[in-house]
């Protein structure tokens, strides 16, 4: 019976032979990682947008403890606590480098040599001709 099965089937990529497969109902890799398990960043997200209630004027709100934490760290600052100050503008300088870096608009042109301007000059050439050719 398997002397007809290797006769009459094609091993090649993709299609192991029949006696290497692996078995129905067993994985290939047992001791894996469990498919549920997250990561460390996955678990922070997840515990940072889960819901508080906090009470503000006598009212009663909803928000993600994200913005509970935010919005103790910028009381802190306000009432001159100097690790928060220092702590949110730490955070704001980090957001400011993202933006500019983020951006794609280059901020230090001092910093360029004649080849790169020369480079990104006809770079913005080409793109803005085609601009004009298309529309």
């Given at each position: 019976?398997?002397?007809?099965?290797?006769?009459?089937?094609?091993?090649?990529?993709?299609?192991?032979?029949?006696?290497?497969?692996?078995?129905?109902?067993?994985?290939?890799?047992?001791?894996?990682?469990?498919?549920?398990?997250?990561?460390?960043?996955?678990?922070l997200?997840?515990?940072?947008?889960?819901?508080?209630?906090?009470?503000?004027?006598?009212?009663?709100?909803?928000?993600?403890?994200?913005?509970?934490?935010?919005?103790?760290?910028?009381?802190?600052?306000?009432?001159?606590?100097?690790?928060?100050?220092?702590?949110?503008?730490?955070?704001?300088?980090?957001?400011?480098?993202?933006?500019?870096?983020?951006s794609?608009?280059?901020?230090?042109?001092?910093?360029?040599?004649?080849?790169?301007?020369?480079?990104?000059?006809?770079?913005?050439g080409?793109?803005?001709?085609?601009?004009?050719?298309?529309?």
């Open positions: 019976m398997q002397g007809e099965r290797k006769g009459n089937y094609e091993v090649g990529y993709g299609k192991p032979p029949v006696h290497t497969r692996f078995r129905r109902g067993k994985s290939g890799n047992p001791c894996g990682r469990p498919s549920a398990s997250k990561n460390l960043s996955t678990l997200n997840e515990a940072l947008n889960e819901p508080v209630l906090v009470v503000e004027n006598g009212r009663r709100r909803k928000i993600s403890k994200r913005q509970a934490i935010i919005a103790q760290l910028v009381n802190q600052s306000a009432k001159a606590d100097l690790r928060a100050i220092k702590i949110l503008l730490d955070i704001q300088q980090q957001m400011e480098a993202r933006a500019t870096a983020g794609g608009v280059i901020g230090d042109s001092d910093n360029l040599d004649e080849t790169d301007r020369a480079i990104i000059e006809r770079c913005l080409k793109y803005l001709q085609r601009g004009k050719n298309e529309g």
